[in-house]
């Protein structure tokens, strides 16, 4: 089964099957992000910039700014939720993420 | 490769959406299919329809572009009536009411909780009226913003308000210009304050002299005449933390030719502009990558048959709209026509008028003016035609109570995008916030002597609507955390503005917490009542300190300003709503 995912609406959204399923302006904490040296980032996501998967796990690449040092960028890829048997999880808000090396979008 | 919203574009776009989007109004909302959700939703915005947020499915804004603002007599009664019969929705605003109008920093007017269903009948009645919805939003030319009082100006040079209606007439609907790589913001101004702020548009025309053989206008130096017309600006924007400046291409055009080089540089942008990156598709990043002489010498060679001339003399020394120089910093107060009446500007505090004093005010301008009304960038109403006579009993008016011709600073300069409460990209919530704000520091805080004007403009995001970055006091969406609980938070920038010589605030202090922010601004103006020197302006005491100094001016502090949505707004359907869960959100609306 093909799972469609898109960034829409200038990168606030990233929709699965027509549906807009996970949003900007959480607080996402990062384990050993490429945005910065914390040890856990603490990134305000303020805009998706693209979404892929890997296996059964949905990934996105997100501009945001880890608030407990000022960093601000891309990331790379980091999971934002799984598609099982057609429906998508997103991962709970406030679950530590690790990102992942790569996808192929 | 092609963007997804490129495909749908390449399927089904412009004009031809019209169709389908009345089918889909006739079959009712769930007659959509779901797989095809998206890419109806993406080209609805075409014709001025944006669906609301997630929590308010089925539910959307509509957009009426007023090309520079300016609603003829009648014009905005039908919006009061269209907003008070169709804008209402499971939400409602506890400052604003359930039925509301937006007047937007483009000079547009928004509208929420708008039905599929109702969309036949509203663009039928915005129609037989002269108003429209077409290209407000999408990829294309929109709303064309310039002074709003073109035409009837005092200070004006020459009158853009013919150039912006032979400009919306050609470029409204016009298929060789209806899908573009991205928006496309037009700006044209013929008065010499700079009200058109043509430096944060795409493109944008700016009154200029120039010695052509003769003709209307100035007088040089050595006795001969000039002919006005505009000098020629490209790739502006405030958006995604990449702010730019129009910069300048060295193009003269006289009025007659405005249509054949703005023609001329959309379909520029329509060929060059980059379709497989939408972040990267605005034309202020095709004039970064080409520099402005390739953008000039491009146009020159493909897309004009005529030779252009270089730049004229601008009157670029003589702005003063959002500069703070306190001269005309806004339209605000009564103002000379060149016909000797008078024209009035109104603060409409966040931009936000309820239904009911949207009909109000349409009345008063039937009664005291000629019925019409126009729009400012500022987000505020102006009645025009207002003989001398009839200026006091204007002003004595109850409804100007509410929307003052001479109101606070905090009130005047506040600026509030549409944030949580239905935005989908807004990081914070604004407008109800951006209120209380200034209804705090008009109670808190005095500005020292001679300041008169002070711009604070709220932007929930990166995006910014608001236009953060060329005010006094800029706040922009942020999260932080306060005693170890996520919050909404603020970043502060100071000193933006306009004029010759504009620049963007910089952004001093970060992330902080929404409750502390008035008492941030209450400690960064007593520090620069204290050390300004004389006379000095706010902007040219930002200029002279550096970063670390004013973020040392900033200090945030709780007050006994409450901010009941320090919360994640987000996470609610309705930030204002009793039961604001996500879970409790309404379904979509039934189709009737």
Request: net charge negative.
């Amino acid at each position: 089964m093909t799972t469609r995912l898109r960034v829409l609406d200038d990168g606030a959204w990233i929709s699965v099957d027509d549906d807009r399923k996970v949003r900007v302006s959480e607080l996402w904490r990062l384990d050993a992000s490429d945005l910065c040296d914390c040890a856990l980032t603490d990134l305000v996501v303020e805009n998706f910039q693209a979404v892929g998967v890997d296996g059964s796990t949905v990934e996105a690449r997100v501009y945001g700014q880890c608030i407990a040092c000022g960093e601000d960028g891309t990331t790379g890829w980091i999971p934002v939720g799984r598609v099982h048997g057609g429906s998508f999880a997103e991962i709970d808000r406030d679950a530590v993420r690790r990102p992942t090396d790569c996808s192929d979008g | 490769m092609p963007t997804d919203v490129e495909n749908w574009k390449s399927e089904v776009y412009g004009n031809e959406v019209r169709d389908r989007l009345f089918e889909f109004a006739e079959a009712g909302f769930d007659s959509i299919p779901d797989d095809e959700r998206d890419a109806w939703f993406e080209r609805f915005k075409w014709w001025g329809l944006y669906h609301q947020r997630n929590g308010q499915e089925g539910y959307f804004m509509l957009r009426i572009g007023t090309p520079n603002g300016v609603l003829e007599p009648g014009q905005l009664r039908v919006v009061g009536e269209i907003a008070d019969e169709y804008a209402r929705g499971p939400g409602t605003n506890p400052i604003f009411g359930g039925a509301y109008a937006d007047f937007t920093t483009r000079q547009s007017i928004q509208l929420h909780w708008i039905e599929l269903s109702d969309v036949p009948a509203i663009f039928e009645k915005l129609e037989a009226n002269g108003l429209s919805t077409q290209q407000a939003c999408g990829d294309s030319w929109r709303n064309i913003v310039g002074n709003p009082v073109a035409g009837k100006d005092g200070q004006e040079v020459v009158d853009a308000w013919p150039v912006i209606r032979e400009l919306n007439e050609t470029f409204k609907g016009n298929d060789d210009h209806a899908n573009l790589p991205r928006k496309w913001k037009v700006s044209v101004t013929g008065s010499a304050d700079g009200s058109g702020q043509g430096d944060i548009n795409d493109l944008a025309f700016e009154p200029a002299y120039k010695a052509v053989g003769g003709g209307e206008g100035g007088v040089d130096n050595d006795g001969s005449e000039d002919a006005v017309g505009f000098n020629v600006r490209v790739g502006g924007g405030l958006s995604r933390n990449e702010p730019r400046l129009a910069r300048d291409i060295d193009v003269w055009v006289p009025p007659e030719k405005v249509p054949a080089v703005a023609g001329g540089l959309s379909a520029l942008f329509r060929d060059n502009g980059d379709r497989e990156d939408r972040y990267n598709a605005r034309i202020k990043f095709l004039v970064d990558e080409w520099g402005p002489e390739a953008v000039r010498e491009t146009l020159q060679d493909e897309y004009v048959d005529f030779e252009l001339e270089t730049a004229g003399r601008d009157v670029r020394e003589e702005y003063t709209y959002n500069t703070g120089s306190g001269e005309r910093n806004d339209l605000i107060g009564v103002h000379d026509q060149k016909d000797g009446r008078n024209f009035v500007g109104l603060n409409v505090l966040v931009g936000r008028m309820g239904a009911g004093d949207v009909l109000e005010l349409a009345d008063l301008a039937d009664e005291y003016g000629s019925g019409e009304v126009r729009l400012s960038q500022r987000q505020n109403v102006i009645v025009t035609d207002v003989p001398d006579d009839a200026l006091d009993a204007f002003r004595d008016e109850p409804l100007l109570e509410h929307y003052s011709p001479s109101p606070s600073p905090f009130m005047r300069g506040s600026v509030a995008c549409t944030g949580t409460e239905f935005c989908s990209l807004s990081i914070v919530e604004t407008k109800n916030r951006q209120v209380r704000f200034a209804r705090w520091l008009k109670a808190n805080v005095d500005l020292p002597g001679g300041v008169d004007e002070f711009h604070i403009h709220l932007s929930g995001c990166t995006a910014s609507c608001a236009q953060p970055q060329i005010a006094d006091v800029s706040l922009r969406g942020m999260k932080t955390r306060k005693d170890g609980d996520p919050v909404e938070a603020l970043d502060v920038g100071l000193g933006g503005g306009l004029g010759d010589e504009p620049g963007f605030a910089r952004w001093v202090t970060q992330r902080v917490p929404a409750d502390e922010v008035p008492g941030a601004i209450a400690n960064l103006i007593e520090g620069f009542a204290a050390e300004r020197d004389e006379d000095e302006s706010f902007r040219a005491f930002v200029a002279r300190h550096d970063d670390e100094e004013l973020d040392a001016l900033v200090e945030p502090k709780e007050t006994d300003y409450e901010d009941p949505m320090l919360h994640n707004t987000k996470r609610t359907w309705y930030p204002y709503a009793e039961n604001d869960a996500m879970e409790d959100a309404p379904p979509a609306p039934a189709d009737d």
